[in-house]
């Protein structure tokens, strides 16, 4: 049995939107029902991880469970949230 | 910032199968002494003839009012100069002419020209309210009947209201369901209900409404044109933009303080000053995820605020449908459409700009985005005093 509740929060704030988070937002398009089902989704203001200088670490971000996410497109959305269905 | 506001707007409905009216309104407000003039005519017959005379008796009478030639003098220069109808050998247009000036003491004085309109109706809040005229005969030579203009001076105070119309509104439903039209004794009655119900119409709806009726009783085919035009004295509606987080946090507070004391509606700009103002008012900040488009981030809800959106892309976004005085009905319901509407709803709009330059982490681009927001701001300000006629305030805390 996998998690039934994955929290997720997406960053709204102007960095996060501008730089890919607007395509995330469509998360009802190209999130499978099955998995969609098991998330609650929310927005975010900033989640002031878009300041650092690190280069690995780019908009958009996303909040799974509590931890934050770098680079996050949609693709890697949907890998996220399956790690996390099944961890 | 003047404590009333004059809102004054106009319906019409032309009369069935006419592709203009013979009815004219015109409306214009100086912008220093804040002195309004509104004209109300009516040309003989319909089409295209009848707006042509309506149209230069409006246009003559809003120019002379403005001047200081007697009155009198002035409806004889406009019915001097109106061509004359080739069937029927008259030329003849009739008028209302308001000249509206506010006094210091929140009332305003008008002066009021009537020639062979309905009379002007005033209401103060839901009852009505007789007008004393002086009948003021014209002796023009040549007339071909009997001319008397009627001429009045009083003052309104907040909740007054001054209706004209056509009698294309008071001869509606003649024949059909009333044999002597709606008149003025219905007209009456039909306002006096509607601002007993709902004392705080705005022009554009309670003219709507006048108009609309008529043109009901007429069997939605007017019989003529139908205009009302509606011209109300109220209390300004207020805005107040926060946007930025304030220079230090000791004057947080000072922002809480004049949101709280603020009458009127309030719309905050930037994620950052949204958990601001949150945490000043002991709630939370919740992201609408149903409310943004591809080019808006989505707006947010907090308790006790009417609009909390992201900054400034929300902001550059609204300064240019602003200026380009793009229709909401064109834009998607996302943040910048709803503060676009908040702001048109609107007679007086206050700005509050934060102004803090450095956060915790020194971060260099914060001095830049200052100059962003202040550059926007001030194009919001423009868009809004140029093209919609707003009175706006600044301030930088
Ligand atoms: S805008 Fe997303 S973390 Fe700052």
Known sequence: ?87 | MNEIFIDVDYNQTYKAGQKISGDVFLQSRDPVSQQIVCTLSDGLGSGVKANVLANLTANMAHKLSFSPMHLTKSAKIIMNTLPVCNERKISYSTFTIADIRPNLDKTVTVQLIEYDNPRVLHFSHSAVIDIVAQEIELHREGAFKHEIIRQSTFSMAQGGRLIMFTDGVTQSGMGRSLPLGWRQAGVVEFITNILQKDPHISSRELAELITRKASTLDGLAAKDDITCAVIYVRKPRKTLIVTGPPFTKERDAQLGERMRNFDGKKIVSGGTTAQIVARLFQTKVKVDLSCWSPQVPPASKMAGIDLVTEGMLTLGKVATALENKTSIYAMPDDAVRRFVMLLLDSDHVSFIVGTKINEAHQDPSIPVEIGIRRTIVGRVRQALEQNYLKETVLEYI
């Open chain 1, 1 to 87: 049995m996998g998690q039934h509740n994955i929290m997720v929060k997406i960053c709204v704030g102007t960095a996060c939107f501008v730089q890919g988070g607007a395509d995330l937002l469509l998360y009802e398009d190209f999130l499978d029902p099955s998995l969609l089902r098991i998330c609650t989704i929310e927005g975010t203001s900033c989640l002031h991880c878009c300041k650092t200088d690190d280069q690995q670490l780019r908009a958009p971000f996303v909040e799974i469970n509590g931890v934050v996410h770098a680079n996050v497109t949609p693709k890697r959305l949907i890998e996220l949230l399956r790690e996390a269905q099944h961890a």
